[in-house]
């Protein structure tokens, strides 16, 4: 395996900021706020509240009191507005303070910062840079997610690590025979490097695994035991805040007017927290054997994959975090390192555009 240096790329260094604010980043799912539930959470490093508005829209502000700074997460919701659950002062769902209990006037300068919120089921997007810069037309949508010939499952970890070693990590497969050998990694050959692609913006690789026996995850419900098959994998950084996994599985054996094409497909939607943690959203959905238990048991198998790269990436920033000198640490990269090394340099482009 020969190595290339990694040229102006840099370790992530915990005391600055990687991400830029001018993206849409998921901030939560759908089903998380049922009727008058207040979530509070941790998006790009700034501590937000949601909750849904009774015309069935999402609100987004700040959770933090003006007035003394308790969370507003910890009061209640009269109606759209938010009570705080010290003095009572109370919001609207645009962030205006529009009453205090001891006193009739309200302060004009009383408002807390709102953010753009867009609602594409299963997953709510926000927008953190300045509001007039937000263009809805720019959020992702995956609309197979909310279609009955697929089946899916999802879940959310929150990982102590900066979110761009988990975008690293799902650019570079190799790490599936050791990370995931009894998950995920089985039958594959990653020895063979993918083809690295720049489309656009967007990183990809490409993997094309023909006429051999599908992995136990891709095969479950097709029942196709050992028969050799064609398997072409495509992983793509879409942005920093989003990354897509299509298996697209190809029966040769199929008969005319026979089904031969069948995918499989891992949503991995990193949100960072602060600059040494994540939300990590994932979603893994196919389009065959949609049955009843299927979701079940897709959610098994990812969460156990997920929780194995948890442990590896959390490792991995301890020993940044401990690190004096964080940029200076050593790293020599592989060839498979090509798409992570292009989305560090992806990265780079949201960052020089957004200090523009
Ligand atoms: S801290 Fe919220 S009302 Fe006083
Ligand atoms: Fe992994």
């Known amino acids: 395996m020969s190595s290339t240096p990694i040229g102006q790329c840099q370790p992530y260094d915990p005391r600055n900021a990687n991400y830029p604010l001018n993206l849409w980043w998921v901030a939560g799912r759908s089903d998380e706020l049922e009727d008058g539930k207040l979530v509070s959470r941790k998006l790009l490093g700034t501590d937000v509240l949601l909750y849904r508005k009774s015309d069935g829209s999402v609100a987004a502000m700040e959770d933090r009191c003006i007035h003394r700074g308790l969370p507003l997460s910890m009061g209640w919701l009269d109606g759209d507005k938010i009570v705080c659950r010290y003095h009572g002062f109370k919001y609207s769902h645009e962030g205006k303070l529009v009453e205090i209990p001891t ?83 089985a039958l594959d050959d990653y020895e063979a490097a993918a083809t690295f692609v720049q489309e656009g913006s967007r990183v990809a690789f490409i993997k094309e695994f023909n006429n051999q026996p599908l992995s136990p995850i891709y095969n479950k419900d097709l029942e196709w035991g050992d028969r050799l098959v064609n398997r072409t994998d495509k992983g793509m950084s879409v942005s920093p805040a989003e990354h897509l996994f299509t298996a697209t599985i190809v029966d040769p054996n199929a008969g005319p007017g026979e089904r031969s094409e069948y995918l499989f497909r891992f949503q991995h939607l990193t949100t960072p927290e602060t600059n040494t943690t994540h939300h990590y959203w994932w979603a893994a959905s196919r389009n065959y054997g949609v049955h009843d238990d299927a979701s079940a048991w897709i959610a098994s198998i990812a969460q156990t994959a997920f929780a194995e790269d948890k442990e590896v990436l959390e490792a991995i920033q301890r020993r940044i975090n401990e690190s004096p000198a964080p940029l200076e640490l050593p790293e020599v990269s592989a060839i498979a390192d090509q798409g992570g090394l292009m989305a560090r340099r992806q990265l780079q482009a949201y960052m020089e555009r957004e200090s523009r």
């Open 103 to 185: 006193q009739e006037r309200c302060p004009k300068r009383g408002a807390l910062r709102t953010f753009p919120i867009v609602e594409r089921a299963p997953f709510l997007w926000i927008w953190m840079g300045p509001e007039g810069e937000a263009d809805i037309e720019e959020v992702s949508d995956f609309p197979w997610l909310r279609d009955p010939n697929w089946v899916w499952a999802g879940g959310h970890l929150n990982i102590m690590a900066n979110y761009m070693l988990l975008k690293e990590n799902v650019l570079d497969l190799t790490h599936f025979p050791f990370v995931h050998q009894t998950t995920f990694g």
